[in-house]
């Protein structure tokens, strides 16, 4: 499917890693977004939630092998449909 069409719903353990991988390339730290209020447990789950339904599971797993010793990015991948939150989640 394309962009933007809902896929069938994957693993919650794959996507919660895949969201988590995500994050953390960009330089987010959930626990912190978490304890410092910026990020609910139910907000988190949104997202897992969210990355469960993208169609791009394998743009997203070539985009995070690509950032392996890398510099952390500033921003998450264009095709990401937790872009956006994930950015501005990251701490200022």
Not at 6 to 16: K, R, S, V
Not at 43 to 66: E, I, P
Not at 73 to 78: G, L, S, V
Request: glycine letters at 12%; charged letters at 20%.
């Amino acid at each position: 499917m394309t962009e933007g069409h809902m896929c069938i719903p994957g693993d919650t353990d794959f996507h919660f890693w895949l969201t988590r991988s995500v994050g953390r390339c960009i330089g987010l730290n959930f626990r912190e977004a978490m304890d410092e209020g910026r990020l609910s447990a139910e907000g988190y789950l949104g997202l897992v939630q969210s990355c469960q339904s993208c169609c791009n599971v394998s743009s997203c797993q070539h985009w995070l092998g690509g950032q392996r010793g890398m510099p952390k990015m500033t921003r998450a991948p264009d095709f990401c449909p937790n872009g956006r939150m994930l950015d501005s989640l990251r701490p200022h």
